[in-house]
């Protein structure tokens, strides 16, 4: 990987059988809105890709119209790793659709052992008709117990389906099972790709995007640029203090002690901070993406300028 590249940023997406994860990755590959996205996929024969974006196929790799790759994820996921580090071009952002049958923790302590590699999030789909039924299921249970309990943002799927009180029941049981993590509605695994991958091509060019047409009501941007320095560990302590409805938070900034810029990611409740590419000028740049009526610009200027130095 070339030196000045931050680490790979890294989406796992995963879910019990059936609920929907292709139908988010198709969905991803749709509107990837210029970033280049390597899929690796478990189950590679599965995955439906639609026709009309195939550009070739070439057995395990499928390179798509739009610059995305998907590939067949080997049993050593080390040595894929390491294959896609020299591919040319590199991607901006990897996703691993996960087995229906995976622990996605599991995958996420490999991504986080691979020092070119940052894990952004691990992002579940559950099946609303689905989960009462599997969760009395002795084999079946643990498994997607650690899928849910695991997730940074949890995406329900086939709602319209169940009747609305029991879509409150099922809404309750994921909120038990993990008390932090927002819970949003994908149905057909429509959802913005700014929630899933955050979004941007590349953090040197953080800006404002519309949001499609579809999500206009229902989430809202938010953006900061300015030429300041930051006290990232109080920055990071002020991303974690926000509502749950401010869903991610994607930004270069530059620390108060000039020692170069730094990524910062928030995914759900997660905060994390790597090492970012040099940059010639000292413009921080952050956006936030979240659900329109919990989104709150004032409180989100408040909450950047307090880490300000």
Known sequence: MIASRQPLSTTIISGYLGAGKTTLVNHILRHADGQKLMVLVNDFGELPIDADLIETDEGDVINLSNGCVC???????FATFAQIFDRVPQPDHLIIEASGIAQPRSIANIARAEPDLHLDGIVTLVDCTMLEDCLRMEQIAPTLVDQIKSADILLTSKCDLVPDKQRA?????LRD???LSPILNCPDGAIPTEIVLG???STDEIMEQPLDARHSHLYAHWSFERSVRFDVNDLS???ESLPEGILRVKGVIHPEDHTGPIAIHK??????IVPA????NCVSRIVAIGMRDQMNDALLDQTITNAVR
């Open 277 to 280: 590419p040099q940059e010639t």
């Open 267 to 272: 995914v759900g409740n997660r905060v994390s």
């Open 169 to 173: 029941a099922f809404r309750q049981l």
């Open 237 to 239: 302590r002020q991303l």
């Open 71 to 77: 590939c067949s994820l080997g049993g050593d996921l």
């Open 199 to 201: 979004g941007y091509a």
């Open 177 to 179: 099972l993990n008390p």
